[in-house]
Structure formats: structure tokens, C-alpha cells
């Protein structure tokens, strides 16, 4: 998919150029306003050109990629129109590396003087403050190494600067390189040394829980969803598969509970590996959100039996299925987990390493 950021100071003809683009446009595009995502704002609004306002700013910038991002996975180019200043581009790459878009940066900049007689002259413009449509025009004066995405439309109608772009980006001209996503830092905390058995069981099962988020971060759902013969597992799998270890032990077998979403519905007669296989149809956002509610619904539970005050020797409400071994342990439990994730783990710094070369601890 394609991604147009068509920006600019106030009265650069952004919505105008935005709207031609798109109708001349060869496959099914979108056009996002970001004023949109301004006015939604009801009630605790700032002026995103007013000191602050930056919060703000960074959470309509997380909204308008994320709708970008849903528009795209649907098969839409997008183009935005809005003041989206280089200081906002890093979540834009960010999310053409993770989604494999084609990314467009293009700036109408005209002069300061035809900047503030179209800004201020408009009736229906919000913005038509004379100091803040020279500080927005500021902000574009001066592009860096991104000055080769700036078009002079001071003396240009909407209609032959639309034109003058589709054509350069027809030629491959304003697109941002897409940077190689980065892996994500080790943010792991090594268990303690000396702690009693309860924290230092729980630490470890920690490590192993961020060993395999740290493993599994900066890939595509295309990586996530690569097999590697002769073995047939995936990271994505993987992911979804801790996913059902955690909830199968702490919620089926501790408390004796049902399953969480997705997998108390699952038709696991039909396949008894539907976790491995169904991970192909979810996003990467959704696989490590899967595992992070399973994870926080564990230690919730694992709380509770602490709190009960039978610690470690709790036993399960569900017991083993081997005849005559009756119900598990909490201590038992966090011990088969530890090892789950470290046994899966091994796998996941294989499968990691044959994808990009990633290698680590």
C-alpha cells in the first residue's frame, strides 16, 4: 500500500490537492483530514500550535496512524492531508516498516506573504491567526535533508500542483526510505539472587515471559508467520500458543475456570493445534496482545492464591489427568511454566535468527 503525507503550513491548498489526488487516484484510496482527529476532541481540547498542547498532539498522531494503518490492511492507499511536521515522521516509518507500506512525504510550502493572505483571508478557516500561521509556516522553512519534499505553491492553483505531484510520485520522487525495523531492547530484569521461593519463581517465570516478547518484536505478520522446514512452527504460533499455555494452567487447571477469548470457543476436536495454525489470520499487535492479557490474568490469579493464604502448596481445582495423581501445586505449576517458556524459547532463537539474523543472550 501507498501513504501520501500531503502537508504544510495553513492555506498551502493541502485539502485541496489531498481531494484531487485521491480522485485521480488508480486503485481504491482513502483521504484522512487530521483536522478530523482535532475536533474530535469534545472537551479538554488545546490548539495543537499552542504550548501545551504536545500530549495531545502525540495522541491524535497515534490515532490518525493507527486509522492510516486500518485503511491500508484493507487494501486502501491513504492520502492525509494535514500539518504533519517532520517531528511527527517517526511514528509514520515506524509503521511503513512494520506494514510494508510505500511511504510519500510531500510539502506544499508557499511563501510567508501568499501563506498568510490565503490562511487569514479564508471565513471558514480556524486558523487565522497572523503569529501563529508565521510560526507553522516556520516550521517548514526549513527541511534539512527533507527539503527535497517541499514544492513552492505560491504561484501554482490546486489543480497543477495536484497534477505536478501525482507525476513525481508516479516517479518514485518524495518517498521516504523505510527504515529496517529495529529489534526491540532487552528490557528483561534478571531474577534476584536471594529472594524467597515465591518471588524468585515468579521472577523467573518474568524473565522467560519478556524473553519471548523481546524475541518476537520488530517482525512483520508475514515474519511472524514464516516456517522454516523441516520444522512447521512459527513465532506467531508460538505466541499464541504461551497464550493458551498461561490460561490453560492458571485459569482451567488453578482455579478451575474456563478458558479465555479466543479459546473457549475454539473447535479444538476439529484441530487440536488450532492456536499454531489460527495465528496466520492475526496481526503482530494482536498475537502480544493475546499473551499480555494472558499474562496479567495469571499473576492475577496467582495474586489471589497468595492472598488466600495457602501459598505455594494451593492446590489446583483440576486435577491431573494421569489416574491416581490427583491436583497440582501452585509450585508446581509456576515450575511447568518456566519450563514451557524456556523449552519454546530455544525454538523462538532459532526461528528469529533464520528470519533476520537477529541473535542475542
Given at each position: 500500500m501507498t501513504v501520501t503525507l500531503l502537508t504544510g503550513p495553513p492555506g498551502a491548498?493541502?485539502?485541496?490537492?489531498?481531494?484531487?489526488?485521491?480522485?485521480?487516484?488508480?486503485?481504491?484510496?482513502?483521504?484522512?483530514?487530521?483536522?478530523?482527529?482535532?475536533?474530535?476532541?469534545s472537551t479538554g481540547f488545546v490548539p495543537p500550535y499552542l504550548a501545551g498542547s504536545q500530549r495531545q498532539n502525540e495522541v491524535v498522531a497515534d490515532a490518525i496512524v493507527a486509522a492510516t494503518t486500518a485503511y491500508a490492511r484493507g487494501g486502501y492507499d491513504v492520502v492525509l492531508d494535514g500539518v504533519v511536521g517532520p517531528w511527527f515522521l517517526p511514528r509514520f516509518r515506524a509503521a511503513a516498516a512494520?506494514?510494508?507500506?510505500?511511504?510519500?512525504?510531500?510539502v506544499l510550502r508557499p511563501g510567508l506573504d501568499a501563506t498568510l493572505a490565503r490562511a487569514t483571508?479564508?471565513?471558514?478557516?480556524?486558523?487565522?491567526?497572523?503569529a501563529a500561521v508565521r510560526s507553522m509556516h516556520a516550521a517548514f522553512a526549513d527541511l534539512g535533508e527533507l527539503e527535497p519534499h517541499a514544492r513552492d505553491t505560491t504561484d501554482e492553483e490546486p489543480a497543477a500542483t495536484a497534477t505536478a505531484v501525482r507525476a513525481a510520485l508516479d516517479d518514485g520522487a518524495f518517498r521516504l526510505p523505510t527504515p529496517a525495523p529495529e529489534a526491540e531492547e532487552d528490557r528483561r530484569v534478571d531474577p534476584p539472587l536471594r529472594?524467597?521461593?515465591?518471588?524468585?519463581?515468579?521472577?523467573?517465570?518474568?524473565f522467560h515471559r519478556d524473553t519471548l516478547r523481546w524475541k518476537t518484536a520488530g517482525l512483520t505478520a508475514e515474519q511472524l508467520n514464516a516456517v522454516h522446514p523441516p520444522s512447521s512452527l512459527t513465532l506467531g504460533g508460538l505466541l499464541k500458543h504461551l497464550a493458551l499455555v498461561e490460561t490453560d494452567w492458571f485459569a482451567v487447571k488453578l482455579d478451575g475456570d474456563t478458558a479465555m477469548a479466543?479459546?473457549?470457543?475454539?473447535?479444538?476436536?476439529?484441530?487440536?493445534?488450532?492456536?499454531?495454525?489460527?495465528?496466520?489470520?492475526?496481526?503482530?499487535?494482536?498475537?502480544?496482545?493475546?499473551?499480555?492479557?494472558?499474562?496479567?490474568?495469571?499473576?492475577?490469579?496467582?495474586?489471589a492464591a497468595v492472598a488466600a493464604g495457602e501459598g505455594l502448596d494451593r492446590l489446583s481445582r483440576t486435577e491431573s489427568n494421569r489416574p491416581g495423581e490427583g491436583a497440582f501445586s501452585l509450585r508446581w505449576i509456576l515450575v511447568h511454566m518456566i519450563e514451557e517458556y524456556a523449552r519454546h524459547n530455544g525454538q523462538v532463537d532459532l526461528i528469529r535468527e533464520a528470519i533476520d539474523g537477529a541473535t542475542g543472550e
Open positions: 491548498g493541502k485539502t485541496t490537492v489531498a481531494v484531487l489526488l485521491a480522485a485521480d487516484a488508480e486503485r481504491p484510496t482513502v483521504t484522512l483530514t487530521t483536522d478530523t482527529f482535532y475536533r474530535s476532541i512494520r506494514e510494508d507500506w510505500d511511504l510519500a512525504y510531500v483571508g479564508r471565513a471558514d478557516a480556524e486558523l487565522r491567526d497572523p529472594a524467597d521461593e515465591l518471588t524468585t519463581l515468579r521472577a523467573f517465570l518474568d479466543p479459546f473457549d470457543t475454539a473447535d479444538w476436536d476439529a484441530d487440536r493445534d488450532w492456536e499454531f495454525h489460527s495465528a496466520a489470520d492475526d496481526s503482530p499487535e494482536e498475537l502480544r496482545a493475546l499473551l499480555d492479557a494472558a499474562v496479567a490474568d495469571s499473576d492475577r490469579r496467582v495474586d
